[in-house]
């Protein structure tokens, strides 16, 4: 049997939604799932979003049921009304929106609101997103509930807490000579970075943090809120056209070298990993990140089972170890006594496996803190870190957060005391649609600039990172999965299994390997996020059946180690839904080129010229790449106008 295209896509039969364009003179914006992204003038962007949403007590994101949904584009604007209900086993909210848009490019979205039970919810109402590229860094004009005015800017590195508070009303320059004033109305709003959790943008919401939650919406309640868009200036009357090709330069030595790059071992996965050796050993990575949580059984058995493993796949050992430090009834607790009998254990289990690197971490730092709030009892930096060199001491000890960067960039360990400072990371933290999964990649940058600017130059390293979400520190859980949807949260999330997440760890190393990063550890040797096909607790469709060898990204993933110490090239993108990544080593380039998107790409590679030649994964050899790492077989390449199908990526040999 052969893969659907569905599969080869997105490892799952899901449909996907086209959203619909909405356009009323110069104003244009895309309807998805009831709510508006995308929203441009006169082509430039001057929001990334307008949503409605409803929040459980976990922070897991609603799928609202809409209904009598009435589409009205008229030739001078458009309106746009529906009925939704946001609903689990156990609660009930609905709401009734309208959206309107006019031709002199205002528009207003409005909700209301009414819980049809009592409704348990951390966050509901509206969420505004302003994007990055033209905003980072850049004036804003704050108007607070109160009327008073503040001139400010969008923070160029990433705000641990709140930039701004209190507001009604938000205005920026989207584009020269145009402003845009977004009002928020119904409640007090406020802004939080977005680029925390690898959002690409900025997000002003309503309920402020300080206020208790979760809450409680009783039943029969009733809340009206509304958003509106206002511009200043004069936009063009229409889109101007533009070049279909994205061009791609290739410029001189970025002045450092690729990265590392190694695999998660979760514990539960470590047996199924060593029955796959040899296929791991293949890909080349360059060192395993073994997770190690006594919480969790895990001991000397465990420990043994790492040291197999390294020794059968040829790498080095790396151990993510999680350090307990409860007291006798559970509790959080800084005693130095606790921390030494649980360093104790760490180390006596490992004994006989050598681990170059040893990160730890307080339990309680696996749980998000809300700025403001007080972190948990726990040893403080220097103390834990001591006592882990002490016990390992001919490995590099480091840390920071074994969550992801929000977590780090609100409690920053000082330089001084670690060898190198890692974070993980996760792209359906907020959403689990497509477009907000790869447009995650556009915060990198700002993620990987803020931790340079505070992590006092020591090594840098990606701790377990994928599209999965393998612990969840806003809530118990990360959400189950079983009819393999696209959701936020998910422990399994099924686009690991297709190209969009091939595509989506490309990317991930196009960015890391030009900001620096030391080392990166991205999908795992099995489970979830596993490079090798392994049989699961949950369905993998055509996997399960077929059993092909490796999953798509293992051919990403593998060339990519190869390189590992190459010279990083400087490489420019003259347009979106591309990433490249060039390298050169004794005399001869390789360009990695990403189409993140779900349309065809042309791309035209300037700056660099000769013979090339390249082995692409896309969905004409997606069955091939699966059954045999070896299988994608190189074709010579027109540098000027090389096309990219849907989500495929493309290693292109340069002589």
């Not at 002490?390 to 000890?397: L, T, Y």
Request: glycine share 10%; with cysteine.
């Amino acid at each position: 049997m052969s893969p659907s295209r569905a599969i080869r896509l997105f490892g799952t039969e899901e449909p996907v939604v086209q959203p619909t364009v909405l356009t009323a003179g110069p104003l244009q914006a895309s309807l998805d799932a009831g709510n508006l992204r995308y929203i441009r003038v006169g082509g430039a962007e001057a929001l990334r979003a307008i949503a409605f949403l409803s929040r459980d007590r976990n922070w897991a994101t609603y799928n609202p049921e809409i209904s009598n949904l009435r589409i009205d584009q008229r030739e001078d604007g458009f309106t746009v009304t529906y009925d939704a209900v946001c609903k689990d086993s156990a609660q009930a909210f609905r709401y009734a929106a309208r959206i309107e848009g006019s031709a002199d490019g205002s528009l207003s979205f409005e909700a209301e609101g009414e819980a049809l039970t009592d409704f348990v919810t951390n966050r509901t109402g509206f969420v505004v997103l302003h994007a990055l590229d033209g905003v980072v860094g850049n004036p804003v004009t704050v108007e607070h509930t109160n009327g008073r005015v503040e001139e400010s800017a969008f923070p160029e590195r990433i705000d641990p807490a709140c930039p701004f508070q209190d507001i009604r009303s938000l205005t920026h320059e989207f584009a020269p000579g145009l402003r845009v004033t977004c009002r928020m109305e119904g409640d007090a709003f406020e802004m939080e970075d977005h680029r925390n959790w690898m959002d690409a943008s900025y997000k002003t919401y309503v309920r402020p943090l300080a206020l208790p939650w979760p809450y409680t919406i009783a039943k029969g309640e009733r809340s009206p809120q509304r958003v509106t868009m206002t511009l200043q200036g004069t936009p063009p009357s229409t889109q101007g056209g533009a070049d279909d090709a994205v061009t791609v330069s290739v410029g001189g030595p970025a002045g450092h070298a690729m990265p590392r790059l190694g695999l998660a071992v979760p514990a539960e996965h470590v047996e199924a990993a060593l029955e796959n050796a040899g296929l791991l050993k293949a890909a080349g990575p360059s060192f395993l990140v073994c997770h190690f949580d006594q919480r969790a059984g895990h001991g000397a058995a465990t420990m043994q089972a790492y040291g197999r493993l390294g020794e059968a796949v040829g790498t080095e050992l790396v151990l993510e170890a999680v350090v307990p430090c409860v007291d006798g009834d559970g509790n959080p607790t800084a005693d130095h006594a606790v921390l030494k009998r649980d360093i104790a254990f760490i180390r006596e289990a490992a004994s006989g496996v050598d681990f170059a690197r040893v990160a730890v971490s307080p339990a309680s730092d696996l749980k998000s803190t809300l700025p403001g709030s007080v972190f948990p009892p726990a040893p403080d930096w220097a103390e834990l870190f001591a006592a882990a060199r002490a016990a390992f001491p001919d490995a590099e000890i480091g840390g920071g957060m074994f969550s992801y960067f929000t977590e780090l960039n609100r409690k920053r360990p000082p330089a001084d005391v670690l060898d190198f400072i890692c974070h993980t990371g996760c792209p359906i933290v907020h959403a689990g649609d497509d477009v907000s999964v790869t447009e995650t990649l556009q915060a990198l940058p700002s993620i990987f600039g803020s931790v340079r600017a505070f992590g006092g130059g020591k090594p840098y390293w990606i701790f377990p990172t994928a599209i999965s979400m393998r612990a969840n520190p806003y809530g118990a859980a990360p959400v189950e999965n079983p009819d393999n949807l696209r959701q936020a949260m998910s422990r399994v999330d099924p686009r690991e299994r297709g190209l969009l997440g091939a595509a989506w760890y490309a990317g991930y190393l196009a960015h890391a390997a030009r900001a620096g990063v030391d080392a990166v550890t991205l999908g795992a040797v099995a489970g979830p996020s596993g490079i090798v096909r392994t049989r699961q607790d949950h369905a993998q469709p055509w996997f399960d059946d077929a059993a092909p060898q490796v999953m798509p990204p293992y051919a990403v993933l593998a060339g990519h180690m190869a390189l590992h110490g190459a010279d990083v090239l400087v490489t420019g993108i003259g347009g979106s839904g591309v990433q490249s990544l060039a390298v050169r080593r004794d005399g001869e380039t390789t360009l990695w080129l990403t189409n993140l998107t779900g349309e065809e790409q042309t791309v035209r590679v300037e700056g660099i010229s000769g013979d090339a030649t390249a082995r692409i994964l896309d969905e004409t050899g997606f069955e091939a790449a699966c059954r045999d790492p070896a299988g994608i077989p190189a074709t010579r390449v027109d540098l000027s106008n090389l096309r990219l199908r849907p989500y495929s990526v493309a290693q292109v040999a340069i002589a």
